[in-house]
């Protein structure tokens, strides 16, 4: 399988309008800034074969061989799969975001997928691969005939795995290795259309300098794996993009979300002294590596990370940067990463490992998080209820205990070995938090009647993720040990929004004066009642957000290892009145667009020279005051 490949005409998710064709790019395109840096270099134009197949049948006594043929490449696309996120996995990333693939292994197993096949195959005797074709084309249809960017996503998703079960049935042996051999020496910029998270994996990195797509938004899979993979990228980039020549020189800026064409001997210029700024801006960051995170007037606020996988790696960078702990570990993956629900032991090695990397510092654990749709097939006899594929996170393992019941028993054990709490996601109200913490309280009795050591007592918090928590936030205050405020889920559920469709139209929504007030109310509740209160979500690690947040009284912030940094330039520069000066303007705000300017106007005046994009842009970098 390579890579040196022209545009197909007959790649499903092509659409061109009329006469978009003769349209001429400009020479600076702006697009959704996806993954942070800079980098200049020439652009490769990238775009998959063409690997649908032509309509052809087969004799009906040949019907039930070619479905055999079917479930065997089915088989070999599921480890083609696996190696896929076993080489993500390997890759030196801070976060590993394999779990993408697990969706492409429901995909697989989907019965509309497996009946719609079987039938073209056994009553229409079709071939194999003309099965697939007809129903790629129908389902890639009906999703991108939604306009939704989700299910646009998700037909992007079913191609990218009906790519690899064609490759499957046109290559019986299967031996090939499933990577891109891009016919250059020197790194180039990759554009495309769109690229899928086997595209964005199999691209060898050393010829990447950056990723740039016409289609995509800044939670997409292209978005989440080139930050994982440390590769600058821009997404939403337009139609104009795929009219761009291979070898012609761009500068691509991941983090403004702009791709320069053919750039002039000035911008050239400007490009090393902005490059060269943005290092040397960086390095001052090391200089608070080991400072805490205290504001002008001496509040304290607790600098906390997200952990995926919590590998060495990840635990590192935070040690690295003094994180003050983990504030946000998503357990998740050692369920996405198995044919069957893992076992006791297998998490309490893991989580004993944790702790004692974290050397003492707290590591919050998240109970699982996933949906039925995703949990369901871990089960050996699940009961397939109505409607529980939309169930999730606490209510989820309420309803199936057996998805928890080993980790809570792993997770007793482990927490006598460091300072551990544990938190559950997606809290609705009180009765399911107390059902919740009597399944703590059972899994521990359990391991006293089977005498296994374990820890005398559990810090249990809520996650505030849902608006129904926000209204009772004071009750649940009362209930837990401490409250985490999940914005990521939060700010779509309170707007009603699907969280894959926030995208550049929407970048004012987080600062809607309901998200604002909702967070202040979990706040006050927590305040008032001694409860701590921590917001976990992408706002945390926003510098424009610190302000708001800790004039609220919120002072523990979880986010990844490489954004504290940056929080903690502008806490150690700004005091609690100030912060509470700021959000008392912006509360009296009645739009959303209303307080991102003014949030910005006041960022921008007082704190540019922290910020690295601007400082950046204008060279004014002073040391940490």
Not at 271 to 295: H, I, K, M, S
Not at 445 to 453: A, N
Request: overall charge negative; glycine content about 8%; some cysteine.
């Amino acid at each position: 399988m390579t890579a040196r490949i022209v545009p197909s005409v007959g790649s499903p998710l092509t659409r061109i309008l009329p006469g978009q064709e003769d349209d001429a790019a400009p020479r600076i395109l702006t697009g959704i800034a996806a993954s942070p840096g800079l980098v200049m270099g020439p652009v490769y134009v990238h775009a998959p074969d063409d690997w649908l197949a032509a309509d052809r049948a087969v004799a009906p006594g040949q019907a039930a061989a070619e479905h055999a043929r079917l479930e065997a490449a089915i088989a070999r696309t599921r480890q083609t799969i696996d190696d896929l996120r076993e080489r993500l996995t390997a890759q030196d990333t801070d976060v590993t975001e394999g779990f993408i693939f697990q969706s492409h292994m429901s995909i697989l197993d989907d019965p509309m997928f497996r009946d719609r096949v079987r039938k073209e195959i056994l009553d229409n005797h079709r071939t194999a691969d003309s099965a697939v074709t007809v129903f790629v084309r129908d389902i890639t249809e009906a999703f991108l005939d939604l306009d939704d960017r989700y299910f646009q996503e998700k037909a992007a998703d079913v191609q990218d795995v009906m790519r690899h079960l064609m490759y499957s049935l046109t290559e019986a042996d299967d031996g090939a290795d499933r990577s891109y051999d891009l016919d250059f020496d020197e790194p180039h910029i990759i554009v495309a259309s769109e690229l899928t998270p086997s595209d964005t994996v199999l691209l060898p990195k050393d010829k990447v300098l950056g990723l740039a797509t016409e289609r995509g938004g800044p939670l997409s899979h292209v978005a989440i794996l080139a930050n994982t993979l440390q590769l600058p990228a821009v997404v939403g980039l337009g139609s104009a993009l795929m009219s761009l020549a291979d070898g012609v020189i761009g500068i691509l800026d991941g983090t403004r979300g702009v791709l320069t064409i053919d750039p002039t001997q000035e911008e050239i210029d400007a490009y090393g002294a902005q490059r060269q700024r943005r290092e040397q801006f960086e390095r001052t960051f090391d200089q608070l590596a080991t400072e805490p995170g205290v504001t002008r007037d001496g509040t304290r606020i607790h600098l906390l990370t997200n952990l995926e996988l919590a590998d060495s790696h990840e635990l590192a960078q935070g040690e690295a940067q003094a994180a003050d702990g983990v504030g946000l570990y998503r357990t998740e993956y050692a369920y996405l990463a198995s044919e069957s629900l893992p076992t006791e032991d297998e998490l309490y090695e893991k989580y004993c490992s944790i702790l004692a990397d974290a050397r003492g510092r707290p590591v919050t654990f998240r109970t699982v998080d996933l949906g039925g749709e995703k949990v369901l097939p871990l089960l050996d006899a699940a009961p397939r209820a109505e409607g529980v594929e939309n169930v999730r996170g606490l209510r989820l393992c309420l309803r199936y205990p057996e998805v928890w019941e080993a980790q809570l028993r792993a997770l007793w054990r482990a927490c006598a070995h460091g300072d551990a709490r544990v938190m559950f996601p997606m809290v609705p109200g009180v009765a399911e938090f107390r059902a919740g913490k009597n399944a703590v309280t059972r899994a521990r009795e359990q391991l006293e009647r089977d005498g296994v050591p374990c820890a005398d007592r559990l810090i249990i918090g809520a996650m505030i993720e849902l608006p129904s928590a926000v209204t009772v936030a004071d009750l649940l205050a009362e209930e837990a040990d401490f409250l985490s405020i999940g914005t990521n889920d939060l700010i779509p559920y309170s707007l009603g929004l699907d969280r894959t469709y926030m995208d550049r139209t929407m970048v004012s929504e987080p600062y809607h004066p309901g998200v604002l007030r909702a967070l202040k109310r979990v706040a006050d509740e927590g305040a008032l009642r001694d409860t701590p209160v921590t917001v976990c979500g992408e706002m945390a690690g926003d510098p424009f957000y610190v302000l708001p947040l800790i004039g609220m009284g919120v002072h523990r912030l979880s986010m990844s290892a490489a954004s504290i940094p940056q929080i903690k330039r502008v806490i150690r520069s700004t005091t609690i009145q100030e912060a509470r000066g700021v959000l008392g303007r912006l509360l009296e705000l009645p739009t959303a667009e209303a307080v991102d300017y003014e949030l910005h106007r006041h960022m921008l005046e007082h704190y540019a020279h922290l910020l690295v994009s601007h400082a950046a842009e204008t060279g004014d970098a002073e040391h940490d005051g």
